[in-house]
């Protein structure tokens, strides 16, 4: 892709991005409900050794990019989907903090995660650079406390509509 292209397919993105974007903290998504109930359920009076273990079991099984961090932000699951959509391997978003896939500016992502965490929930369309710098625009779908100190991301790639 050359310069020109990336920078129309970053504007294209952009734009849809900030025409969908609604109330951060509206209502759970109902085709998350479900998911997150589940797996809130597999997860309940689990041993941290074997939480990790079955959420990674669990987010295998999703049709949707999934990852999991822990408190400090730190990624500790991913499945399949997610390390296609981020173009990261599973190893290294395993070393990597939400930080490091969020969007600018990385100066307030200290207070946003804190404000999640108190939530519970946020929801937004937002752009995510691919690890080959490449513009994503993505719906990104977040749970809260889904296990003690575990919280989920569900990620979904936007249709760009030509019309754009």
């Given amino acids: 892709m050359n310069a020109a292209d990336g920078s129309a397919l970053r504007q294209e993105i952009n734009q849809l991005v900030s025409r969908r974007n ?8 109902p085709e998350h409900a479900s998911t997150i109930s589940r797996i809130r359920r597999r997860l309940r009076g689990l041993p941290h050794s074997a939480l990790v273990q ?17 408190n400090s932000s730190s990624y500790v699951a991913a499945n399949a989907k997610a390390t296609e959509l981020t173009g990261y391997p599973h190893a290294e978003l395993l070393r990597m903090t939400v930080n490091d896939l969020a969007p600018p500016p990385k100066s307030q992502f200290h ?3 804190n404000h999640f965490i108190q939530s519970g929930h ?3 369309d937002l752009v995510l650079r691919r690890k080959n710098g490449e513009p994503v ?9 889904i296990a003690p100190g575990v919280h989920l991301s569900l990620l979904t790639p936007l249709e760009i509509p030509s019309s754009i």
């Avoid at 079955?54 to 822990?70: H, K, M, Y």
Wanted: hydrophobic share 45%; net charge negative; aromatic share 4%.
């Fill in 137 to 145: 625009g993505i719906h990104h779908a977040a749970y809260a406390s």
């Fill in 54 to 70: 079955t959420l990674q079991e669990l987010l295998d099984e999703l049709d949707v990019a999934a990852l999991a961090a822990d």
């Fill in 22 to 29: 609604s109330n951060p903290h509206g209502p759970v998504n």
């Fill in 122 to 124: 946020l929801s937004s």
């Fill in 111 to 113: 207070d946003a995660w």
